[in-house]
């Protein structure tokens, strides 16, 4: 716990405990304050806040020890209280300045709003004249007046030692100087951690009182995401300016949320032309609510927080919120990272996901380019900049048929510096022509993408009756089976939405394009299913198949057991070469073993032991109907007809096990990456594990796939 606490603050912790002013006891239990006298319990939730707000006042306000009084004791009527912190303006503590106090951070909205009103209480007896409410991450600040009634007044900050001047902003740009010449607060960077929890605090403020649900408090979440990466963007600002993504002091607290909201609309106006496909209707919050939010981002700096940090934080943060809201299974961070290391992705590749969700491939493949990218030209560098935001913005693609999800994609991309353009909400196995003008993005064309990574949705059916472009799939038409030749080619009823993505990503692809896809297990294995293994063979190499442990999905709700196929498209002219030799060896067998005459032999076999059966004497002189519902009779054709089936059963497996064996002369001679990971880096409940044997087989999958592609060059 300890380690944990004070990395969320270590510069102000390292200051304080380089300066003597705290001590934390060997065993982690205990903080001291040395100069006070004083120790607390270090593993309750609120005395790293208390720790914290006091360092601030020391380190950063200039208060000086013994101008500031911890834990100290107020008298609210004929009870007495205890204030976290009282600073005065004299070393007597005759003057009380400011009450602070401090809730752990995961406090509710309600429980802060209640620690606001107990601060306020405990400045009215004292008769001082400010108000710091605090759990770590959110802050709020207020003026007591002199007079009666004692109303609040919301201020930016509070006092600096040496000067009761107050500005109306605390966060300028670069922590330059305001107007008055009083230096601001510089936006801070965060860690991963500290941004996931102010998220998680932030949305449960939104909907946590019921006025608004989970998903539409995500939605205006969003939004002031938005705002606040617009805000830190703009340009035409001077170090000290204020940022207009933060509290600015107004006469009342009214006056100070409607200033806000006007803020933020004005953002969000101005962001909405650059982007209008990210959100079509307006901020929808009260003030009151906005500034809730706000309170708990103001103090971020998203733009310079590491990308991998924010990154992960919000993801974390949102596979949470829609995994319990939209059943979504949004595929683990290992995984994504293992499909998008083994691939050769560069800049000047077409890069798609088919089911994209959040973005999280996108985004692994966009790091990938910008890595690379940085590595050729320098981080800081114009053609680095130009190589990987080209590729954002021109080559990057994603379809999700959720319009929440494919907008929080979006949101995903623009806080990773952009990307976003080319995410889409819409249907993926719409005929590509729909797709491209359903969402008015030409990006969208058949065998133009070099790559596509993805994990579709598993389990649901697709059924003609719901879904006329079903009879657009190959793999959705049952063909003639080469091994009964009565039967006829017909439109299946349903299939499997994962069986109908792979051949739509076949249509996607470019002539040698890449495919990375997540597939339930039973594709590789179900015996009803060797009819999509035949086509993939004859459309693609298969390239590589790693098979992920039972665990992979547990954690995000979902159990089916799954591998990743590595594949690559074929030259049309060599699947086409492969159908036809493969349908020219089936017409050899079946007239070697001459298939027809067999399977008739067998027909009559059964009829004329039928026929017998319905001469026998027991069974001659009852009518057909009563013949038929007799137990003995139907056990007698019963065993007939088993008898004829299994004879076929053993004709058709003879010639099938014969074309199994001569039919791999056919293909050539390509060998296949086989590899089985039992530990991912995580465990059935998400949480991290010591090994993760996907780096491993990566390491050596990437090399097998540029072997394989320098063959085929």
């Known amino acids: 716990m300890k380690k944990k606490q004070i990395t969320r603050n270590d510069d102000l912790f390292a200051l304080g405990l380089a300066k003597r002013l705290i001590r934390i006891s060997e065993d982690g239990k205990r903080v001291e304050y040395l100069n006070h006298g004083i120790s607390r319990d270090w593993t309750k939730p609120e005395a790293i806040v208390e720790a914290k707000a006091y360092l601030t006042l020391a380190l950063q306000y200039g208060y000086p020890d013994d101008r500031i009084r911890l834990f100290a004791p107020v008298t609210i009527g004929s009870s007495l209280r205890e204030a976290d912190i009282e600073v005065y303006a004299d070393a007597t503590h005759e003057s009380p300045i400011i009450i602070v106090e401090c809730k752990k951070e995961e406090v509710s909205e309600a429980e802060f709003r209640q620690a ?14 400010y108000v710091w409410t605090t759990s770590g991450i959110k802050n709020e600040y207020y003026e007591v007046p002199d007079k009666k009634p004692k109303a609040r007044k919301t201020v930016a900050d509070i006092p600096r030692f040496g000067s009761m001047y107050i500005s109306e902003y605390r966060y300028g740009v670069n922590g330059g100087l305001n107007k008055h010449g009083q230096k601001t607060f510089a936006l801070k960077l965060v860690t991963e951690s500290e941004l996931t929890h102010r998220f998680a605090q932030a949305h449960q403020a939104l909907w946590g009182g019921g006025e608004l649900n989970p998903s539409d408090a995500f939605d205006e979440f969003d939004k002031l995401i938005f705002c ?25 607290v009214e006056q100070t949320n409607a200033a806000l909201l006007k803020r933020l609309k ?15 209707d307006d901020i929808r919050l009260s003030a009151a609510k906005v500034r809730t939010v706000v309170s708990y981002l103001e103090d971020v700096n998203l733009s310079e927080t590491d990308l991998d940090s924010k990154g992960r934080a919000f993801e974390t943060f949102m596979t949470s919120f829609f995994r319990g809201n939209f059943g979504q299974f949004f595929t683990p961070r290992p995984v994504v990272k293992f499909i998008v ?21 996108l985004l692994h493949a966009l790091d990938k380019v910008r890595k690379a990218a940085e590595r050729k030209f ?4 114009v053609g680095c900049y130009k190589c990987w935001h080209g590729f954002a913005q021109e080559r990057l693609f994603g379809i999700e048929i959720n319009e929440q999800i494919a907008r929080t994609a979006k949101m995903n991309m623009i806080i990773h510096d952009d990307g976003h353009t080319n995410v889409v909400a819409a249907d993926g196995l719409l005929p590509i022509g729909d797709i491209a003008t359903k969402t008015g993005n030409r990006g969208f064309r058949d065998e133009s993408f070099d790559c596509i990574i993805t994990n579709p949705p598993f389990g649901s059916t697709i059924k003609q009756t719901e879904h006329a472009y079903l009879g657009l799939y190959n793999l959705a038409e049952r063909e003639v089976d080469w091994l009964n030749p009565k039967s006829k080619a017909a439109q299946r009823p349903g299939v499997s939405s994962e069986i109908l993505f792979i051949e739509q990503c076949w249509h996607f692809l470019v002539e040698g394009g890449y495919l990375a896809i997540v597939i339930p297990d039973g594709i590789l294995t179900n015996a009803s299913l060797q009819y999509v293994r035949d086509w993939i063979m004859d459309k693609f190499r298969v390239l590589a198949v790693v098979s992920l442990p039972q665990t992979t999905f547990m954690s995000t709700g979902a159990g089916v057991k799954s591998s990743v196929l590595f594949l690559r498209k074929r030259p049309r002219s060599l699947g086409k070469h492969l159908r036809e030799a493969k349908e020219s060896l089936q017409r050899e067998i079946a007239e070697k073993w001459s298939l027809a005459d067999d399977l008739a032999k067998i027909d009559k076999r059964r009829k004329t032991a039928l026929e017998k059966l319905d001469k026998r004497p027991e069974f001659a002189a009852l009518e057909k109907k009563v013949r038929k519902e007799n137990a003995e009779y139907k056990t007698a054709a019963d065993e007939i007809a088993a008898e004829a089936e299994k004879a076929t059963a053993e004709l058709r497996d003879k010639l099938e096990s014969e074309y199994r064996q001569r039919s791999t002369d056919i293909f050539p001679d390509e060998d296949i990456f086989m590899a089985i990971a039992e530990d991912i880096g995580f465990d059935a409940t998400g949480k991290a594990t010591k090994v993760n044997e996907l780096d491993e087989i990566g390491a050596e ?13």
């Open 378 to 381: 320098g981080a800081s560098t």
């Open 266 to 280: 004005d953002l969000y106006a101005e962001g909405r032309k650059q982007a209008p496909e990210v959100f079509k």
């Open 228 to 252: 606040k990466i617009w805000d830190e963007r703009k340009v035409d600002r001077e170090d000290g300016d204020p940022y207009d993504f933060q509290i600015i002091a107004e006469d009342t």
């Open 701 to 713: 999958l990437a090399k097998f796939i540029k072997t394989a592609a320098e063959e085929r060059a």
């Open 341 to 361: 290391d083994v691939l050769p992705i560069r800049s000047d590749w077409r890069v798609l996901d088919t089911s994209c969700g959040s973005g999280g491939f």
């Open 116 to 129: 606001v009103e107990q601060a306020f209480s405990y400045a009215v007896s004292e008769g001082a004249k």
